[in-house]
């Protein structure tokens, strides 16, 4: 997470983007996203596990197994979740609209929506914006479709690279919007990568699935799992470098490698733009038993109300993190073997205060903009880290003021 | 939950307390409590299940396996907790001092702390108080003991009550503290409660664990478990009526029932005194599989920030409820067979928004001071209620300036 990919988007063959005003829920900003896919590209998606999973991910994980996709329809502002039969229809019937106007299969169309639960979502204010966003149809769309996607991200959130696979160049442009309702599980926030790289459906979503698992599931605003989370993959295979057909060839790991760090820069544009957000903090876990053993640890802490208080504070109150550690139901945990660290300055050892620390210099990290959190088990060699941010009065503001 | 005992505390035959201020972190309100018990008495206790747990915790752990406990020494300001081997020392110390004042045996003394997490305890300044608290002690100490053991907590929680066993009267009053860090887990924050019944340790463990299940154990203010967290549950064995040998009689009936009523009440105090809290809010779960399944979708309801910052507001964003009830983790959860209810005011039927519901109705139930969240699963016949509150700006403010 040290190397910082560009965020001025580079344009992906095969990938146009056109966005249009709808007046979903505000009158004075874009809100409809239509991306087209050419002819040829392969698409996967992860979606949220979430139960009360809104109906445009019923509809878009049916359609993605029925047929390739050609287009994708985002909303914000509606998440048509929680709307029952009626949302699923009005789903379906944005599809159907996007199918007349461009001249596709109802399936070929995979509908998105983000933002207020349990409102039923305006349909013909959509279909009516929908020539429009084709007509606005680009390749190089990419930053009004980070902006049209917002919901109270106060950021659009882009990241683009480029490698060589066999001395051609492939390019990798994502994109992604969240800020709270941030606990992705299996999936994220709605993100879609693009990348003009040629390759098989199966190793590429071999490649979402390995891409998400350290970033988009690896960070937490407030834990609570959105039912709308996607994360759409998208490779046009029209970039000249040759078509990679399974996981093990160096072209994968290359590709793997770049699309994951995309989507782990982009996951940390989320927590940073985390609704009230002052802080991003990294919970690293080591020592632990087993990698879940590591995440759940990692979760306790970054989910406690006490702890993200204290962040916000920049009060280096460690009892309160030795406490979530506590609490995260560690079978026979030895607190003995417990060590912890802000960023270098070691706070406890043997699960007690260390005798060279002093308030002064944790409060001295707890002040920085970023720093991290790490927990010696001292249990075993697996490891993992959360990316988490405060919980502040704007947290409240924010969610107290949503709906008015 | 409907009839209230009296927060007007009668005296225990048996049992003598007495204050004092030792200046452990104000120097303006007594901070320390003694609890003398006479002998004959029985004395049982429940502790946190935090692995973090506090020095007191287990020296009053291991003190009660040793021998019947004649004194408990209480302290506020200072938890003792991730505070290692010295930690441990001091908390034996505290004992001593007991002992030796009082004439008793140190494993005869258990200890509890509560407070800041992670600083010595200044045993020089307890033992010092340690006379005056002694000499304070009298049968109608209960007001100001349970003054005397609030940290963050803005008022005092007593209950008492006087049932009748066997034509004779036995009487009940239990003090308790707690306002953050309030998710106990198989105990709660500090209570206790004493009564002159005469009963047997073997019935009176027992009764203590099932008094505590429906009542501290099924509350949640932050989801943060505590390291100090204690139930102590004290008999006198004084009052005329028949012992009681065992837990299957009328007698142990109706002493269990009083008991669990004063465990309620004094857990509703708790939430309603919560951080910040500004509203009292059941979160019943209803037609689950099980009893588990129920209080996991319960706790996930009454933990999610989103949520608490929708009671906050008033906003009835049932949306966020949903949500909530999707990621709690219930395997093939059938949505189609959801409902949800505010008060008597259903939102939610098959999944979906009710024809009937107003936004008006909703919001008319949260501007209650107390209400109920109903969720109907429809999966078994199995239920649970969890008492939470809300989220607020001063929950942020509390817990940001706690240290300061």
């Given at each position: 997470m040290s190397t910082s990919l560009s965020t001025t988007p580079l344009a992906i063959d095969g990938v146009r983007l056109g966005c249009a005003q709808a007046?979903?829920?505000?009158?004075?900003?874009?809100d409809l996203l239509l991306i087209e896919l050419a002819p040829g590209s392969q698409c996967v998606a992860a979606f949220t596990r979430?139960?009360?999973?809104?109906a445009p991910v019923v509809v878009a994980r049916d359609h993605l197994n029925e047929r390739t996709a050609r287009y994708l329809l985002i909303n914000s502002g509606?998440?048509?979740?929680?709307?029952?039969e009626s949302g699923h229809r009005t789903a379906l019937e944005c599809c159907h609209a996007v199918a007349a106007l461009c001249g596709?299969?109802?399936?070929?169309v995979l509908p998105f929506s983000t933002g207020v639960i349990g409102q039923p979502l305006p349909v013909a204010r959509i279909t009516a914006a929908l020539p429009a966003a084709r007509e606005a149809l680009?390749?190089?769309g990419w930053s009004a479709a980070a902006r049209a996607i917002?919901?109270?991200?106060t950021l659009p959130k882009i990241r683009s690279t480029r490698i060589e696979i066999a001395g051609s160049p492939v390019t990798i442009t994502g994109i992604a919007k969240g800020s709270?309702?941030?606990?992705?599980?299996m999936a994220t926030m709605l993100a879609y990568i693009a990348t003009d790289a040629a390759i098989e459906p199966e190793p590429l979503q071999h490649l979402l699935e390995s891409a998400i698992a350290p970033s988009f599931n690896a960070?937490?605003?407030?834990g609570d799992t959105s039912t709308n989370d996607a994360c759409v993959l998208i490779a046009t295979?029209?970039?000249?470098a040759p078509r990679i057909d399974?996981?093990?060839?160096e072209a994968y790991r290359l590709l793997h490698d770049a699309i994951t760090q995309v989507c782990i820069e982009l996951a940390r544009d989320i927590v940073q733009d985390g609704?009230?957000?002052t802080k991003l903090v990294s919970v690293t876990i080591c020592g632990a038993a087993s990698h879940n053993e590591a995440r759940q640890v990692g979760y306790t802490i970054a989910h406690s109300p006490l702890v993200k208080t204290a962040l916000f504070a920049s009060d280096p109150n460690w009892g309160r993190i030795l406490a979530a550690v506590g609490r995260a139901?560690?079978?026979?945990?030895?607190?003995?073997g417990v060590s912890l660290f802000l960023d270098d300055v070691q706070i406890v050892a043997h699960g007690g205060l260390c005798d060279s620390y002093t308030e002064e210099a944790g409060r001295t990290v707890m002040q920085r903009d970023a720093f991290t959190i790490r927990v010696e088990?001292?249990?075993?060699n697996e490891s993992a880290t959360i990316l988490t941010c405060d919980l502040s009065y704007d947290y409240v503001k924010i969610n107290a003021e949503y709906r008015t």
């Open positions: 007046g979903i829920k505000q009158s004075d900003r874009d979430n139960a009360f999973c809104a509606n998440a048509n979740a929680g709307t029952g596709c299969e109802s399936c070929e680009r390749s190089d917002m919901t109270t991200d709270g309702m941030i606990c992705p599980d960070i937490s605003v407030d295979c029209q970039a000249a399974d996981s093990t060839s609704e009230g957000a139901g560690i079978e026979q945990l030895d607190i003995q088990l001292g249990r075993g």
